[in-house]
């Protein structure tokens, strides 16, 4: 089956640095995306990764390794409107995404 | 430029009941997609359409049906709700179906079966 798993919450202090991980087993890899969600909304397009190394966009950095099934989101200089959760898909032989159930960052001032 | 537009925003329906979710793009994108979203789970597709006239099966289709009979609209249609289709559903775009693409989301409609 296919499967991708994220931690469900992480709390982070303003500020400061966090990672959310995600690793993924699917029929086939064409790309992986992760998106951001505040609570009551939709979400919205953060990064894409289909090789492997990291993507670096503002505060905001994404990395992938194919090899391991794996990738993380690196958020610095925490604010407070980055609470939100955090949603890792990977697109897979189908060209179709498979969604994990999401991170819930909790920032704390 | 609206982006994606659902409705009704929410809706408390009865069991047994007939419901159209409504959603519209006006980016003349080509494919268009539809998801639920449950606590705990992730999004997960109902239905999708690649290009107008073309509609396919996703990961839970059962009691849904959709069609797609221009570019712009792609209503998603519960034929006899149950309390287990309670859910947010989210509408969702992308210009093609590559792999880079996209997808832009509608602001979704919270639905609870009774």
């Known amino acids: 089956g296919q499967n991708i798993d994220q931690p469900t919450e992480m709390t982070a202090t303003e500020g400061a640095i966090v990672q959310i991980n995600c690793t993924y087993q699917?029929?086939?890899?064409?790309?992986l995306f992760w998106y951001q969600q505040h609570a009551g909304e939709a979400p919205t397009f953060l990064s894409y990764n289909v090789l492997d190394g990291l993507e670096e966009k503002g505060r905001f950095s994404s990395f992938l390794s194919r090899s391991k099934g794996y990738s993380y989101l690196l958020l610095k200089e925490l604010q407070m409107k980055d609470s939100a959760s955090y949603l890792c898909a990977v697109r897979d032989s189908n060209y179709q995404l498979i969604w994990g159930a999401g991170t819930k960052l909790i920032i704390k001032p | 430029i609206a982006g994606i537009t659902q409705a009704p925003t929410s809706q408390i329906l009865a069991a047994g009941r007939r419901m159209t979710l409504r959603c519209t793009q006006d980016m003349r994108h080509n494919a268009m997609y539809w998801y639920r979203q449950d606590l705990g789970l992730g999004l997960r597709l109902i239905h999708y359409?690649?290009?107008?006239?073309?509609?396919g099966k996703g990961e839970v289709p059962d009691g849904y049906s959709v069609s797609r009979a221009n570019t712009d609209d792609f209503p998603l249609t519960l034929a006899s709700a149950v309390p287990s289709q309670t859910s947010v559903y989210f509408c969702a775009s992308s210009e093609g179906t590559g792999p880079y693409n996209e997808q832009f989301f509608g602001p979704g409609t919270r639905l609870t079966v009774l």
């Open positions: 359409s690649n290009t107008a006239g073309t509609t």
């Open positions: 699917t029929s086939g890899f064409n790309g």
